[in-house]
């Protein structure tokens, strides 16, 4: 069975230790499968795609390429502080820009609206009058 271990498994085998506090059962429940299939996964046996669907599921920021290949980190980083405030200011400028322009498109609107109605007034001024 040494020849079928891959890095699939001892990856696998490392993620139930450290985010399953090394409880097959526990881990199989949150991933909603069994503890058998975890064991085998572990183990050395075929790893079964619908335990990738279920790893991602519960664990989002688990980087699937380094289960794979063991290359990179288990988990994918967060977004650095720094860039999710330059995100919060620039989507802040643009929500600004947005309702600006949503302003100046009303007032347009408005000033369309006030010649209709010039318009309309004097037709119906005109289909008023009498006939001579």
Same mark, same amino acid.
């Given at each position: 069975m040494a020849d079928k271990y891959t890095i699939v498994n001892k990856n696998f085998g490392r993620i139930v230790f450290e985010l399953g506090n090394n409880n097959q059962g526990e881990f199989a429940r949150i991933i909603g499968t069994t503890q058998q299939?975890?064991?085998?996964?572990?183990? #050395?046996?075929?790893? !079964? /795609?619908?335990?990738?669907?279920?790893? +991602? /599921?519960?664990? =989002? !920021?688990?980087?699937?390429?380094?289960?794979?290949? #063991? +290359? #990179?980190?288990?988990?994918?980083?967060?977004? =650095?502080?720094?860039?999710?405030?330059?995100?919060?200011?620039?989507?802040? /400028?643009?929500k600004k820009c947005l309702e600006e322009q949503i302003l100046e498109h009303n007032e347009k609107m408005d000033l369309v609206i006030k010649k209709l109605d010039i318009i309309v007034n004097k037709l119906h001024t005109v289909n008023n009058k009498p006939k001579n």
């Open positions: 299939t975890v064991n085998n996964a572990i183990h #050395g046996s075929d790893f !079964k /795609k619908s335990l990738v669907s279920g790893i +991602k /599921k519960a664990f =989002p !920021k688990l980087d699937l390429n380094w289960l794979f290949t #063991g +290359k #990179g980190q288990m988990m994918i980083e967060d977004i =650095p502080s720094n860039l999710q405030e330059n995100s919060v200011i620039y989507l802040t /400028k643009c």
